[in-house]
C-alpha cells in the first residue's frame, strides 16, 4: 500500500508552484481571446483541390487589406480560416476578391459576425456557468455526504473538492495563457466548454474516492485513523482513477493527432485538465479531508 496521504506535503509544495507561477502567466500575460469574446469576424474560405496553397501566401496577399488582429488557420480539405478584429462588410469583400487572386474558383462557407455587445455578454455567461457549475458540485457533495459528519463535517468533502477544482482550472488556464503568448492559441466557447467538462469529470473521481472514504468509515467503527482510513481508500480506487483517465487520455491524444485544427486545442484543454484532475482527486481533495482534521485535533 502506497503511502500516500503521509506524503502530501510534498504534493501540496508542488501544487502551490504549478498555481503561483499560472496566476504570473495569467497575470503578466493573460488569455488570448479569441473573436467569441473580443468580436469581429470569422470567414472560412475553401480552394480548389488542385490548388497548393499555403498559409503564407494568404497571409501576404492580404496585408495592403489592413485586417487587425488577423489570424490564419488551416483546416482540412484545402480550406482556411480567417480571423480577424474588424466586422465591416466592404473589408470582408475586399478581403475576398484579394484571396480570389490566389485561386478565382474559391468559394466562401461562411462569415460569422460577432458585435462587442455580445461578445461581452458570452463573456458574463461563460463565467456564470462555471460559478454555477462550482456551486452546483458543492453543494451536491455536501448533501451527498451529509451522513458522515464524523471526524470531521460533510460540508468539509465539498470545500476539499472545490479547492481540487480550482487547482485544476486555474493550471490549465495557466498552461493557456503560455500557449496563447508564445503560440498565438487563441480561447473561445469550446475553450469554456472544456473547462465545463473538467470539472465534471474531476468531480467525478474525487466523488469516487470520497465514496470509498465514507464506506470505509462506516466499516472501521472508528477502530482505524482518520488518515489511515483515507490512505486506504485512495489505494482502493487508484487503479481505476488511472486506468480510466487513462482511456480517455487516449482518445484526446488521437484527437489532438488527427482530429485536425478546429478539434486540437480543446482536446489540449481536456488533456490537461483530466490528468491534473486525477492527480487533484488523489493528492489534492483527499488529502484536505486529513489536513482538517489535522487542525481541528489540535486546536
Known amino acids: ?36 469574446f473580443k468580436g469581429g469576424t470569422l470567414m472560412e ?28 488557420q488551416a483546416t482540412e480539405n484545402n480550406s ?11 473589408l470582408n469583400d475586399k478581403a475576398l ?30 463565467l456564470e456557468a462555471l460559478l454555477l457549475a462550482v456551486i452546483g458540485i458543492a453543494l451536491y457533495i455536501a448533501w451527498a455526504f451529509r451522513k458522515v459528519s464524523i471526524p470531521i463535517p ?16 486555474l493550471i490549465v488556464l495557466g498552461i493557456f495563457s503560455v500557449l496563447g503568448r ?9 475553450f469554456v466548454a472544456a473547462l465545463l467538462t473538467i470539472l465534471g469529470y474531476s468531480v467525478n473521481d474525487t466523488i469516487v474516492v470520497y465514496d470509498r472514504t465514507r464506506e470505509n468509515l462506516i466499516r472501521s467503527a472508528r477502530k482505524e485513523s482518520f488518515e489511515g482510513i483515507v490512505n486506504k481508500s485512495i489505494n482502493e480506487t487508484l487503479a481505476r482513477s488511472i486506468n480510466s483517465s487513462l482511456t480517455v487520455l487516449v482518445v484526446l491524444v ?18 490537461a485538465g483530466i490528468t491534473f484532475g486525477t492527480y487533484s482527486s488523489v493528492y489534492v481533495a483527499s488529502a484536505l479531508l486529513v489536513t482538517s482534521y489535522k487542525r481541528k485535533t489540535a486546536a
Open 80 to 90: 482556411f480560416i480567417l480571423r480577424y478584429a474588424d466586422s465591416n462588410e466592404s
Open 182 to 190: 508564445f503560440f498565438g492559441v487563441e480561447v473561445g466557447i469550446p
Open 45 to 72: 474560405v475553401k480552394f480548389s483541390q488542385e490548388k497548393e496553397i499555403q498559409k503564407q501566401q494568404i497571409q501576404e496577399i492580404l496585408t495592403e487589406t489592413n485586417l487587425n488582429g488577423l489570424q490564419i
Open 1 to 36: 500500500m502506497f503511502d500516500i496521504i503521509g506524503k502530501r506535503k510534498y504534493a501540496y509544495i508542488f501544487s502551490s508552484m504549478l498555481a503561483v507561477l499560472s496566476l504570473v502567466f495569467l497575470s503578466v500575460w493573460g488569455l488570448k481571446l479569441g473573436i467569441d
Open 97 to 126: 476578391e484579394k484571396i480570389k487572386v490566389l485561386d478565382e474558383d474559391v468559394q466562401l462557407v461562411r462569415v460569422d459576425f460577432i458585435g462587442a455587445s455580445v461578445s461581452s455578454q458570452i463573456k458574463k455567461s461563460a
Open 254 to 271: 488521437a484527437i489532438i493527432l488527427f482530429g485536425g485544427e478546429t478539434l486540437k486545442y480543446f482536446a489540449v484543454a481536456l488533456l
Open 154 to 169: 460533510s460540508w468539509q468533502y465539498g470545500l476539499g473538492a472545490i479547492v481540487a477544482l480550482a487547482h485544476d482550472i
